[in-house]
């Protein structure tokens, strides 16, 4: 038995493995040259003899542990007399009688049978189990180690145990004693190095790593315990270790010294070309074996099961070890640098036959044909894999590195549409816009039936913008999106994230003109392909626009909804995508100001804020003011609103849709600031005066002028009107004011039926902010309607309008409500009043001037029908409004 050298690294969890497995008669240890299969034998044999010879048989099972004894292959036992000679003469020092099989075995007339015969008699004969282990096993099938330890295995009894080590799976009949559970395999994943073993070799070697490079080396060296020893060693001599382990490679000169000598050098000349000339593509079978080996490519079924450093991959296919693999590749770039791009355009040829695009372009790539690796991807579509659309994508990341040459000076559009897609994923909108308008230009040379494939994939990058939201910049998304729809239907079925992009440039397109409700549902379908695709961005992109489309529509509860699980989305590695996250953020501030949540709204507005490019599309960036200006209007703060009215005015493009809505809330605006002519104008700047927002906006006015029977027949008329299409928040502000109104007039049955429209339309997306807004006159109405306060309790309460009704004082005499509910900045200056401040001290401490002031108790006392400060604050108390 060979010497267990001193550096040996002690793997008890091996040995316990060992000893395990010799309990069945067949283990096969398995692994490449350097793998530390003799190591492992031999320290487990050691161990082995000596147990067996301290303790005998083990307690309780009847049976001993069985002692060791070894036969290493070689040119001499390549013959059934060698074997057997070399095996009789380890049997005998290990205690088996055979040493009359030697004598016998001199006589150059005994038959190989008689001596295999002879051995297996000796076996059968034996009085304790016994462990062969056989190094250097072959792999030929019918060579004469495979053929002698198969016939014992058969015939030699109980007692007889082989271990055999073999650069791979021998001629064994594995698979039957796989099948009867009497094997035992270890391989080269088993003897790879841990973490402890690779500290305990590089301490031999006085070197010391920080845990994170001793972890790196063993992820690049895969564990193989060869390249850990040999990094070991030449660390020893290097002036700075960690740097040496971060770039230890596959190519390092004592790892290609060591492989060349112990495997590549020692094939025949085909089998040595089929290596290196594979060693290109990452993963390789038969039919590809033989276009890049030609004939040499015929012996590929036979090199995976003889080459321990040939790992399977199933379904056929096979992958070297990585540092084998690195080896290859730089020894054939040494010897025949012309023939590598060769290689690999061959390579790509065959994966793209196949029909494997990422190999194929893998292939071009390192070929350095762009443009090649352009074409197919943008002949099949595949744009949105580089966009980053699809998860786990193997396609991602592979046409990141090309090159300025390619993109710009080739005669086709394909490099600068790829160029355009990274540069879209990377957020680097310079880089995007110059690839686009580079490949515009030569597309304008062809004609528009030629080049389709690159125009639809064009179409998707113009469509997917870094950093902003769905709809914020494509104001005329309906062109790319038609385009891209062309694709046949096939194509698009295996391709939803261009579904999902095509649809969401219709629907962007859509919310620019105003057709909210048609955006809505191709944001939809967007969302639905979107998650057919898989990718968390086009996720979180489509249901960051679907929310805030639904915001705009007034469907507070179902924009709260989508936002929150835009918001759960995890984030995308890469920069962040500030527009998708502002959409979602804006959608769900909308419907936190129309559920009466304006602290939550205003910490969200904050966030958008702070969101790197949150809001950079004009219709984006301007939608972002108008929330705010509404959520400042809830708060009592119209002049705020009127200034965030103003910046959103700034900004053009805008779409018509909202110049209304800005104008709308500007008009609201300057009724709670008392500056009524300046809303009216508001009112008429909007247009379309036979719209329902429109109208609102002026019978706001005409209340605010005491004109009530104007508003009221304009808006009762508006309100015959008005659809569905309306938005809904809209709707609920119309039927409470008329609601209103009606009460005012005394008309409580109209009244009642407008305010149960309101509440109804409200209750099922939880909208509160008209109510809040009326509390003053709302509160005396539901004190003498208890069945309506108990229908719509749960949409009430959270603002103190479900209160008992001992606690609400009555109405005046004549059971007239307030015309009009106080702003929550005239609440501000009541309370004021109530402690007893002066006007001037009132302006101080709500930092506003004393004019203001001054029209606001004016105003106070109109909605409350008092004339003294004294009388409002009293009539205040009896409302519960303070």
């Known amino acids: 038995m060979p010497h267990l050298p001193g550096w040996a690294v002690a793997r008890p969890r091996l040995s316990e493995r060992l000893s395990e497995a010799v309990g069945e008669p067949l283990t096969l240890i398995t692994g490449p040259p350097g793998a530390g299969k003799t190591i492992t034998a031999l320290a487990w044999a050691a161990t082995a003899s000596g147990a067996a010879a301290g303790t005998g048989a083990a307690a309780g099972t009847g049976e001993a542990r069985p002692d060791a004894c070894w036969v290493a292959c070689d040119d001499s036992t390549a013959t059934v007399r060698g074997f057997c000679l070399a095996l009789g003469d380890s049997l005998t020092r290990a205690g088996i009688d055979v040493a009359s099989i030697g004598r016998e075995s001199a006589r150059a007339d005994v038959r190989d049978e008689e001596m295999l015969e002879a051995i297996t008699a000796a076996l059968l004969n034996a009085a304790a189990p016994i462990a062969v282990v056989v190094d250097d096993f072959p792999a030929r099938p019918g060579s004469a180690p495979a053929n002698v330890v198969s016939h014992l295995l058969r015939h030699a009894g109980p007692w007889f145990r082989a271990v055999v080590l073999s650069r791979s799976d021998s001629p064994l009949p594995l698979h039957r004693h796989r099948l009867a559970g009497q094997l035992t395999e270890i391989r080269a994943d088993d003897l790879a190095f841990a973490d402890d073993e690779i500290a305990e070799v590089l301490a031999q070697h006085g070197v010391r790593l920080t845990p994170a490079s001793q972890r790196a080396l063993r992820a690049r060296t895969g564990g193989w315990p060869a390249a850990i020893r040999l990094a070991a060693m030449s660390m020893e001599r290097h002036p700075d270790p960690e740097e040496f382990a971060a770039r230890f490679a596959g190519d390092d000169q004592a790892i290609v010294g060591y492989l060349m000598e112990e495997v590549v050098d020692a094939q025949p000349p085909d089998t040595r070309w089929l290596l290196l000339s594979t060693s290109v593509a990452e993963r390789v079978n038969t039919e590809l074996a033989g276009e890049l080996a030609g004939e040499a490519g015929r012996a590929f079924p036979d090199m995976v099961r003889q080459n321990a450093f040939v790992v399977p991959l199933g379904q056929g296919w096979f992958r070297y070890h990585s540092m084998f693999g690195k080896a290859l590749r730089l020894i054939l770039r040494h010897e025949s640098p012309d023939m590598v791009p060769l290689l690999h355009r061959r390579a790509a040829a065959w994966f793209e036959r196949s029909g494997l695009l990422p190999d194929a372009v893998r292939q071009a790539v390192q070929a350095d044909d762009w443009q090649y690796a352009s074409r197919m991807v943008v002949d099949r579509l595949a744009i949105g894999h580089v966009l980053g659309l699809r998860p786990h994508d193997p396609l991602l990341g592979l046409l990141d590195g090309i090159p300025d040459t390619a993109i710009f000076t080739g005669d086709g559009p394909e490099p600068a549409i790829v160029a355009a897609a990274v540069a879209a994923r990377r957020r680097d909108e310079p880089s995007r816009a110059a690839a686009l308008r580079h490949a515009k230009s030569v597309l304008r040379r062809s004609s528009p039936s030629a080049a389709r494939s690159a125009r639809m994939c064009l179409a998707a990058v113009e469509l997917w913008r870094p950093g902003t939201a769905g709809f914020a910049d494509l104001a005329d998304a309906s062109g790319e999106a038609a385009l891209l729809q062309q694709a046949p239907g096939r194509l698009l079925d295996d391709r939803p994230e261009l579904r999902a992009l095509a649809l969401s440039g219709r629907g962007a397109a859509h919310v620019w003109h105003g057709e909210l409700h048609q955006a809505a549902r191709h944001f939809g379908a967007a969302l639905t392909a979107a998650e057919q695709a898989g990718g968390d961005l086009p996720k979180k992109r489509c249901l960051g626009d679907l929310a805030l489309t639904e915001a705009l529509l007034g469907n507070a509860a179902r924009a709260a909804d989508l936002a929150d699980r835009a918001r759960r989305l995890p984030d995308v590695p890469g920069p962040p995508d500030g527009g998708a ?81 800005l104008a709308l809330t500007a008009a609201e605006a300057n009724v709670a600031c008392g500056d009524i002519e300046a809303a009216r104008l508001d009112a008429k700047r909007a247009g379309d005066r036979a719209a329902l927002e429109s109208v609102l906006a002026l019978a706001r006015v005409d209340v605010r002028l005491g004109e009530y029977d104007t508003a009221s027949a304009t808006l009762r008329d508006a309100l015959r009107q008005s659809t569905a299409k309306t938005p809904l928040d809209v709707r609920v502000d119309a039927w409470l004011l008329d609601a209103c109104l009606s009460y005012r007039n005394g008309d409580r049955r109209q009244g009642r039926r407008s305010l149960d429209r309101a509440l109804s339309l409200a209750r099922r997306e939880e909208i509160r902010r008209p109510f809040a807004m009326s509390r003053s006159w709302l509160l005396p109405v539901l004190h003498h309607d208890p069945k309506m306060l108990h229908a719509y309790h749960p949409l009430l309460e959270p603002l103190g309008l479900a209160v008992k009704t001992e606690t609400v004082a009555s109405p005046d005499e004549d059971g007239a409500a307030p015309v009009e509910q106080l702003s929550p900045r005239e609440l501000e200056v009541l309370r004021s009043v109530a402690q007893l401040m002066t006007t001037q001290e009132i302006a101080a401490n709500l930092f506003v001037s004393v004019n203001t002031v001054k029209t606001h108790l004016k105003s106070i006392n109109r909605k409350l029908a008092v004339t003294r400060r004294a009388e409002a604050v009293r009539r205040a108390h009896q409302l519960s409004l303070l």
């Open 581 to 661: 996250i502002a959409a979602a953020l804006l959608a769900h501030t909308w419907a936190d100001v129309e559920r009466w949540r304006l602290q939550e709204a205003r910490n969200q507005l904050g966030q958008v804020a702070r969101t790197p490019s949150g809001h950079e599309g004009p219709l984006s960036n301007a939608v972002y003011y108008l929330v705010k200006a509404r959520t400042n209007l809830c708060q009592g703060r119209p002049e705020h609103a009127l200034d965030d009215l103003r910046a959103a005015n700034e900004i053009t493009p805008r779409p018509g849709w909202l110049e209304r809505r």
